[in-house]
């Protein structure tokens, strides 16, 4: 799909889903009440976690990573519609995953990973490369989101749906404001706190090898950003993992 006209069609094809949507049984027994209203969208104020959900049913991808997984919800709204040959990684700092039942984490479609999503040698020998859909929803700052988008764009396919959560907190409007690609702001339908969409538009297809760069980059200059002497011992531990992988 090229240009925002199509991310507009996606829109309104998920918009038309949703009218005789209904979450799966299984998925609201498992979030408390507060998170049933949320994926209700009882309000209208976050009709985001159905717009992942059917977004999935609709582009069919084969490898959607999420950044951020927090308490599990949109998780498992992604995995209720996720192709039974697709994959969904979804990686956190220090993941609850509150909502994820044990039977949801046996699911061989899922992936559990924890740790600093920059630091790419958390996923080990399984790096996923070749995203369709990737969903970021990390710390809310300009500098995280800008150094998540600089390692993964080079683990997307072309033409990737890129989808990011809470664009209007804190200085994240600056992202979202200089993105060079069609991309469509959903903000009034899907969360108050901001809700976007872009294309990938690119002829490059993965590298992982520059995807490995672009996080060793990253994590020398955090070194040099950190004096705390703990700090600098774990960002120091992370490149020399990354050098592993890069030589």
Known sequence: MVGPDP?????????AASRTYQAPADVLSLVDEEYRGYIANVQGRSFYYQWLALVVRLLKPSLVVELGGGLG????????????????VTCDLRPTLKFVSASAMRDTRLR???????????????????IDLLFVDTDHTFVQLAAEWNIYRHLCNPGALVVLDDILMNDLPRFWETLPYPKLELTRECHFSGFGAFRYETEARPNPLEAYRAALRTAWARVADREEHTSRRVALAGIHRLWGRLW
């Open 7 to 15: 991310l507009r069609r996606l829109h309104g094809d998920v918009v």
């Open 73 to 88: 919800a949109s998780t498992l709204m992604m995995l209720s519609e996720l192709p039974m040959t697709a994959r969904l």
């Open 112 to 130: 559990l990973v924890s740790g600093n999503d920059l630091d790419l040698s958390i996923f080990g020998d399984d790096l996923p490369i070749g």
